[in-house]
């Protein structure tokens, strides 16, 4: 039972992460900052114990796309939930399975088959009912947290089939790839919302979100071991169905909190994302 505890525990640490990234918010620290900051740990940390990483990244172009790709995803994801209704923004975020069909014809030569025009009209479907306007609304209803994640989830797809194309690289450099992406794409969305004054400078030092920022870092690098340990013991479907309970976790914590609401069209329509998402797991075994 330890590796799919394993695999639960990182599902359920990105499904609350919005929590503590609104907290920190609430101290003073945009979530891009506070991402740029994180994974500057997790970088410094990985280049301590593989520094060789740094020059096979250099030396590959295709890991500068997973830079570029990790790197929007977790910018947009952290950003979104903490400004947005969580349970939309983590739903939107799953428009993964449509997102992966299309990259993976040009990036993997992968036939559009009939199961995979399944799962798009499902995640399609769902899509449309979830940012539907409602009466009177007009393009306006599309928020920022809308976009961010929808983005994110474009990104994640594409992280995921450059995981797969770039296999053969060895795992330092294609975490390296990940962190640093998550540092430099944070960072530089955070300089031009600084330089636009839509939000406010670096953070200065100070001992509450010194101390939180620390903790999360610690977080996340062991979530990132537990999904490690429990995707390399378990098939790859029962990992992709195991981690769609972050949507679960997202999903009751933010209700709970008043982060987020679900109403009935939300509701149907995050279930045939959802719906999308499974069979997209399920294929995979």
Known sequence: MLAPLALVFNAFTWGVSWWPF???????????????????????????????????VARTPALWVLVLAAGTTNACFNWGVTVG??????????????WAVLLARPLLGE????????????????AVIVLWPKSGAGFSAFSLPDVLGVVGGFSFALNNVMLRREAKRSE????????????????????????????????????GWIAGTAALAAWFVASNLALQYGAARLPAATTAVIMLTEVVFASASALLLGAGELDARTAIGG??????????????G
């Open 172 to 207: 330092p450099a294609r975490a390296l790839a990940m962190f640093g992406g998550g540092m430099l794409i944070a960072l530089l969305l955070a300089l031009a919302q600084w330089r636009s004054g839509a939000i406010g400078g670096p953070p200065l030092p100070a001992g």
């Open 22 to 56: 609104r907290r920190l918010e609430a101290a003073g620290l945009h979530p891009l900052w506070l991402t740029a900051i994180t994974f500057a740990v997790a970088v410094a940390g990985l280049l301590l114990v593989r520094p060789k990483a740094l020059g096979e």
């Open 111 to 126: 036939r559009i088959h009939a199961g995979a025009v399944l799962r798009i009209a499902l995640a399609l479907g769902g």
């Open 85 to 98: 209704d969580v349970v939309r923004v983590v739903l939107l975020f799953y428009l993964m399975p449509l």
């Open 271 to 284: 279930s045939l994302i959802l719906a999308a998402a499974a069979l997209a797991a399920l294929r995979r």
